[in-house]
């Protein structure tokens, strides 16, 4: 019996995921791989739009500016559950923060990871000189296990 395909998408907001990635999820919906869309910030409309094609959406409160270690902590256990929940075969992250959350997250899976860099992140222009220290040394680490970087 052949296994389902699941790919499990995490981006800081619903809206960019429809609007930016939109077309390449309904692609993978079409060829029969089950999607699942993580991320905060949903609109009613938004809801509408992964429901009437199929993609399953998931909630997850996620602090996009934040660098409070306690929030980002917490955001990564619920990220662990959702993925161990989820067992996807692919696992892709959009984005600076989703990158490095998605990235320590995924080290404890077998899946595999491709995080997708789309801009610096706000860390690296409105931070001080030791939080965007930090934060590149959490980016490097985070992307070792990667497949490939998009």
């Known amino acids: ?67 409070n270690l306690l929030r980002n902590n917490k955001t990564g256990r619920n990220l662990k559950k959702i993925l161990k929940e989820i067992n996807p075969n692919i696992f892709i992250t959009i984005g600076a923060k989703p990158n490095v959350l998605g990235g320590l997250v995924s080290r404890h899976f077998k899946f595999k990871y491709y995080p997708m860099i789309v801009g610096l992140g706000s860390v690296f222009y409105n931070s001080n000189k030791i939080v965007r220290k930090i934060f590149s040394k959490l980016y490097k680490v985070a992307i070792k296990k990667a497949e490939i970087v998009l």
């Open 1 to 67: 019996m052949k296994q389902i395909q699941k790919i499990a998408i995490f981006d800081s907001k619903a809206r960019t995921i429809i609007h930016f990635r939109g077309e390449f999820i309904l692609d993978l919906v079409k060829r029969n791989i089950e999607v699942y869309c993580i991320s905060e910030g949903e609109t009613e409309e938004d809801l509408m739009w992964f429901k009437e094609n199929n993609i399953h959406y998931l909630h997850l409160d996620f602090f996009r500016t934040s660098f």
